[in-house]
């Protein structure tokens, strides 16, 4: 270890001296940082634009189909009856629906017992259950040691497709009640005891003749003044691409169920287009914009985010073809460009657009030919491809940009830790040439003492 002595022979500081030649010597390594930091801030910059591009693709790949493009609403008359809800697949178009019955599963109750936890009170035997006609399901019940509780828990364990549960009907009465899992009037819950029954059809009252006391019923609905029979009341065949789901009966009156093209709800899914397209822009707008000088830390003449920006905007111009003539550009259906490249739409032109022709906004959309190349798709499907490719992790440009700063990046890290390594030796180098003359000066000033003694 090297021992200083600063300045105790030669009255010179020279820790500031070393600190002041280090200063000097440490300046090819602060230039470098300060590099370092540039390329950070383009990395952090390459990062931002990617991801305000993954929003503009999410936000296109929403407006990619033809499905997408056509929302409509459902609405009924009643509520209390009958809701409905429609898909991309609905037709508009106005529906009278009388609701008959609703679909149901049934429901059988046992013959009264006095408690559900005492044994000798539901008889000896077996009792067979099947639900929708399939397989006999056997329950062996010995009311020696079987509860009313017992038995329910025996069902519930050996037969599919039905619940077992006591009901309380009085503080003297409980019953069992066996209910089936699906409405619909396949899904019938039967009963059957053996011939060595004993007790059973006198105690439970399950059996062969038993009378449900909730059948197991399909819904049934008058439309058109057709029948429309269903096991559920969550119907979605009725009408084509709508789903009626019923809570009570109406006869003898109907419900009317109005379907319509929505499109509040297209219109916002391209203001979302919009809004994330305008905020990639404005961001690559923000980096070429100068300002008398160019920051070293900028993107400005970056030939990646030129790229960027002239694929964006090129798409963004396109005609398609395939839309015929009159809606084929989305200039023609309310899009209009600002000076700095920016969208703004004209909601009410582009409903007015979609309200005469929806075919033809559809396939300037979302209009795709199947082939490999996009000059002849939609707006849409052109975006969110363009966009993959930019973004692409080993081919894409963006991708590319990011690796060669990182790289970059890299290389001043390693030149900065060979720079530190230099001065670190150069340090040490200092600090033991300043301690040796210190040492000299010592032993100088020590003689001359001496011979000054000696006179």
Same mark, same amino acid.
């Given at each position: ?12 500081? &020279?820790?500031?001296?070393? *600190? ?6 440490? /300046? ?7 590099k ?8 952090s ?20 189909? =033809? ?8 609405q ?10 429609a ?20 429901r ?10 005492? &044994? ?24 020696? &040691?079987?509860t009313? /509780? ?76 057709k ?32 379907? =319509? ?17 305008n ?27 030129l790229?960027?920006?002239n ?32 969208l ?25 030919d ?23 992790? /080993? ?7 990011? /690796?060669?700063?990182? *790289? ?21 180098g ?12 010592g032993?100088?000033q ?6 000054? =003694?000696?006179?």
């Amino acid at each position: 270890m090297a021992i200083s002595f600063s300045g105790l022979a030669s009255g010179l500081d &020279t820790s500031a001296i070393i *600190d002041a030649l280090m200063q000097v010597a440490r /300046e090819p390594v602060t230039r470098l940082q300060t590099k370092r930091s540039n390329y950070t801030a383009k990395a952090s910059k390459i990062a931002d634009l990617r991801t305000r591009l993954s929003s503009l693709r999410t936000a296109a790949l929403a407006l990619d189909t =033809a499905s997408e493009l056509r929302s409509y609403t459902a609405q009924s008359s009643d509520s209390g009856t009958l809701t409905a809800a429609a898909s991309s697949s609905a037709s508009p178009g106005s529906y009278s629906i009388n609701v008959k019955r609703l679909a149901s599963a049934q429901r059988s109750y046992s013959s009264g017992v006095s408690a559900k936890d005492q &044994t000798g009170l539901v008889g000896h035997g077996q009792l067979a259950v099947r639900v929708a006609g399939g397989a006999w399901a056997t329950v062996t019940i010995d009311q020696d &040691t079987d509860t009313l /509780e017992g038995v329910a828990a025996k069902i519930n364990g050996a037969v599919a497709g039905v619940t077992a549960s006591v009901v309380k009907v009085s503080d003297s009465e409980y019953r069992l009640l066996v209910a089936g899992k699906e409405s619909g009037a396949a899904n019938l819950v039967e009963f059957d005891l053996t011939a060595s029954a004993k007790g059973l059809s006198d105690q439970l009252g399950l059996n062969a003749a038993h009378v449900p006391d909730q059948a197991a019923q399909d819904a049934w609905l008058l439309m058109d003044g057709k029948n429309f029979y269903r096991p559920t009341n969550q119907i979605s065949d009725a009408i084509a691409g709508v789903t009626l789901s019923l809570s009570s009966a109406s006869d003898p009156e109907s419900v009317s169920v109005t379907v =319509a093209t929505d499109l509040d709800a297209v219109v916002g899914k391209v203001e979302s287009m919009v809004s994330a397209y305008n905020s990639a822009l404005s961001f690559i707008k923000g980096q070429f914009t100068y300002s008398g000088t160019v920051k070293a830390d900028s993107l400005m003449g970056d030939s990646a985010v030129l790229t960027v920006k002239n694929q964006l905007q090129g798409i963004i111009g396109t005609q398609v073809a395939a839309a015929g003539t009159e809606y084929n550009a989305l200039s023609k259906v309310g899009f209009s460009t600002a000076r700095d490249g920016t969208l703004t739409l004209d909601s009410a032109k582009l409903k007015a657009a979609l309200a005469a022709d929806p075919d033809a906004v559809t396939k300037l959309f979302s209009y795709s030919d199947g082939n490999a190349t996009t000059e002849n798709d939609g707006v849409t499907v052109r975006l969110a491809r363009a966009i993959d490719g930019l973004l692409q992790s /080993e081919t894409g440009i963006l991708s590319a940009r990011s /690796e060669g700063i990182q *790289d970059t990046i890299g290389a001043i890290d390693d030149r900065i830790a060979g720079l530190e390594r230099s001065l670190a030796t150069y340090e040490a180098g200092l600090k033991k040439q300043f301690t040796a003359l210190e040492t000299l000066l010592g032993s100088l000033q020590k003689q001359s003492g001496y011979l000054a =003694a000696a006179q």
